[in-house]
């Protein structure tokens, strides 16, 4: 059974910069390694609903950010790690949330990068990230 751990989550303040990872672990997955799934990060606040962020193909070449963070936030992963990494820099309030990363698959294009949130089957359980003004 595949799972995913965020970390790096934590208090920073208005400007500053942040980056959060997400390792999985149980793979392969009836034989398909961890770069044939592709990753998303989505965050949610209390009373609104989750909401996409970033999301990277499984070979990491192709990336989609939203538009709230498009230019702010960048999406890596290391394979060999079996670790995505979401950076976060000109932090406002308004990114307060908690953020999970899910993952789908698996793509045999490794380039494919699903950005609805029903598209994921396989969600981490989150981590608090927190904005001070």
């Not at 960048?74 to 820099?89: C, F, G, W």
């Not at 899910?102 to 990230?129: C, E, F, M, N």
């Amino acid at each position: 059974q595949a799972q995913f751990v965020e970390s790096g989550g934590g208090l920073v303040q208005s400007g500053g910069s942040l980056t959060i990872s997400c390792t999985a672990s149980g793979f392969p997955i009836s034989g398909y390694s961890f770069d044939y799934y592709a990753v998303g990060w989505f965050r949610q606040v209390p009373g609104a609903a989750r909401e996409g962020v970033s999301y990277i193909g499984g070979s990491g070449d192709s990336k989609h950010y939203e538009p709230s963070v498009k230019g702010r936030f960048t999406i890596s992963r290391d394979n060999a790690k079996s670790t995505v990494y979401l950076h976060m820099d000109k932090l406002n309030p308004e990114d307060t949330a908690v953020y999970y990363c899910a993952a789908d698959g698996p793509y045999l294009s490794k380039v494919t990068i699903p950005r609805a949130l029903s598209d994921y089957s396989y969600w981490g359980q989150g981590t608090q990230v927190t904005v001070s003004s």
